[in-house]
């Protein structure tokens, strides 16, 4: 479908904290009210209401691939059921543009006491497909969630595994115009994490739009090709993957990805960090950074690392390398103002890091307090692959040929 | 406090602008029907889903079907069998068909809105993940129960050969009375299973309800048992005339078109009407009023499900 798409305009939704207490008094006002429609405004919180989204806009059309990044309760599944017709947003609008897959809990219609073949057909269904079109795909969803000698047996028999994989194959094969998928790339062993990523792939590079929750954030960087971050039911970020997930786990303020959280009220004070090179560079160059601070007064003889700082990939989230000024040889021991410049020799392979500065010892998670940071970009230079510069030194020590095999054609 | 209406407008999910402003009752009905065709194929698979489940691991299987009605037979034949050393009378074939006729659509609706009521809410990992229109659930359930009751009804059948009881009547007759209290069930399958969902309880009001409504339909008795004013009561009962005309055309092969009355059998009492067809009349109102107004409240609040399951 060449026009489809997904618009979200200005989406609110309101929930309740805490339990609702309906009683059965209530029961015929309410439904008479609400099937009349004369509900109280939705626009007013009442006590114990909180917005779950608060304007929320985003529009995806072919050819896009739209990551939702944010903590846990942020408000991304919301997001997802809006999209699908689950919940009906408070205020605003969410419209979809042709048929859309959900790969949401994609075994959510699996009854326990059914074999898997009748699961396939039921759980077909639920999602839209004709008996037909399960008929016709039946084989291939086998084949792909790899339970073929299983399939006559009831899914109560299946390991957890088992049966993820084949609501998963079930959900991939629906011919969708629009897919929506949550969470459910880390469905069953490596393997087949491997096979379905692959399969999304495929479907949103033929131009299918997309929309992708996850907390995996190389998958995210890999896949998407935008990202919004979303902060308490706020859209945080809005832009690139890369700037979206650098936000995300620099905790989240200015856009530049340059974080201004000066560290006071300490023997050691941070105050700016600056990146001396205009981001992206390339892996395997070298950055310059400077960072500006304070010693208030004469330090401590325990404080062993003052200023440390470390370097966090973004789609993992892992700390590739982290130092401090102590192991560089520094002694700030009464330095008063001080400015710190830094070299880092990026061997990492291509995507985003977040430089983060704190005082205390971070190497070691003692009283470190996190100073500002600034996001780098590191774009393919060396076409290296995997995750450490090991710096490969080859020779050719000896060339020992078979004479068959250069040999002078025999006549 | 509240914001004002005209900065924010409130638009469907479903992104047809005009709608929120003013409902439409036709316009609601007619997209509920059409979500309830559209899906005809989820409604097959869930119903088939509700059946299969019901008889795998099951000893008896398939006997489960006919269970019902037969302790419904059973329980009838006691009271009879009480009534007769009480007041005179014999149970003879014809009490043996009436109440055969009669238990097994009992069972049905019993049967349907018992299971119908907590479709939604056993449910509740479908609701709160997948879309699809909510209708499918109580209908499911209902439809499942349909099975059974197809099951058992060729068992009556055999029996309705057996006693004798043959009435061309029942051809007529029979298909628009099974037809209304299919209706009827539907409706209250899907109200009560809408209103189980907002509220707990009714689950439990259903059960108690089913309990002793049997008291309250004549059932296992005529209602001309109860007397004249008794018997008019009685037939207020929006099933009571399905389950009489059924009993009446079926087995005494009477015309519903005709009214008919009993006398009783001591002398200078007033006459007990036992059928009159402006009955009939008023138990399809009720089908068919119940079932649009069920199927709008259902359909109305079924945006907001996932909120409350």
Known sequence: ?411 | MAVSDRSIPTLDSSGDAQSADRPSITRDLAEAARDIVQSRGLLYQLALRDVRIRYKQAVMGFGWAVFMPVVIVLAGCLVRVALVRGAGGAVDRLTLAALAVKALPWAFVVGAVGFATPSLTNNMNLLSKVYFPREVLPLAALLAQTFDTVVGATVVAVLLLALGVVHLAALVWMPILTLLLFTLTAAACLFLSCANLFFRDVKYIVQVAITFSIFFTPVLFEPSLLGPSGARLVMLNPIAPLLEGLRLSVVQGHNLLAPLAAHPATAGGAPVIEWAPWWLAYSACWAVGALLVSVLIFHRSESIFADYV
């Open chain 1, 1 to 411: 479908m060449r026009d489809a798409g997904i618009e979200f305009r200005e989406v609110w939704k309101k929930y309740r904290r805490g339990e609702m207490h309906d009683s059965l008094r209530d029961l015929v006002p309410a439904l008479v009210r609400r099937a009349v429609r004369l509900q109280p405004s939705a626009d007013v919180l009442q006590a114990g209401d909180f917005w779950a989204l608060r304007d929320v806009s985003f529009t995806v059309v072919p050819g896009q691939t739209l990551g939702i990044i944010g903590a846990n309760g942020a408000g991304k599944s919301t997001v997802l059921k809006a999209l699908t017709k689950i919940i009906r947003p408070t205020r605003g609008s969410c419209s979809v543009r042709g048929r859309i897959g959900a790969l949401i809990e994609v075994a959510a219609g699996f009854h326990p006491d059914l074999t898997g073949r009748e699961n396939v057909f039921l759980q077909g269904a639920i999602m839209g497909m004709s008996a037909a079109q399960t008929r016709a795909k039946f084989d291939q969803i086998v084949e792909f969630a790899g339970v073929g000698e299983f399939i006559d047996t009831p899914v109560k028999r299946y390991s957890s595994g088992m049966s993820a994989r084949l609501g998963f194959s079930i959900a991939a094969h629906l011919d969708p115009d629009v897919l929506v998928i949550d969470e459910i790339l880390s469905v069953g062993d490596f393997t087949f994490q491997e096979r379905a990523f692959g399969r999304i792939r495929s479907l949103a590079r033929s131009g299918m739009p997309v929309v992708l929750v996850s907390h995996q954030l190389d998958r995210v960087a890999e896949l998407c090709t935008e990202a919004l971050l979303i902060e308490r039911g706020r859209v945080a970020c809005q832009g690139s993957p890369d700037d979206c997930i650098g936000m995300y786990l620099s905790g989240g303020t200015a856009g530049d990805g340059t974080r201004d959280a000066s560290v006071t009220g300490e023997p050691v004070a941070l105050h700016t960090l600056h990146l001396r090179e205009s981001s992206p560079v390339r892996s395997g160059d070298v950055i310059g950074l400077r960072v500006s601070g304070t010693v208030a007064d004469a330090l401590l003889p325990g404080t062993l690392e003052p200023v440390s700082f470390s370097v966090r990939s973004a789609a993992t989230g892992h700390v590739v390398f982290a130092s401090s000024s102590a192991c560089c040889g520094i002694d700030l021991n009464g330095a008063g103002r001080f400015t710190l410049e830094l070299e880092l020799q990026m061997n990492v392979p291509a995507g985003v890091y977040v430089v983060e500065t704190s005082v205390g010892d971070q190497l070691h998670g003692r009283g470190a307090r996190g100073g500002p940071a600034v996001n780098v970009c590191v774009t393919d230079g060396t076409g290296f692959v995997g995750v450490a510069q090991l710096n490969p030194v080859m020779r050719l020590a000896e060339v020992r040929l078979p004479a068959s095999a250069w040999g002078p054609p025999t006549a």
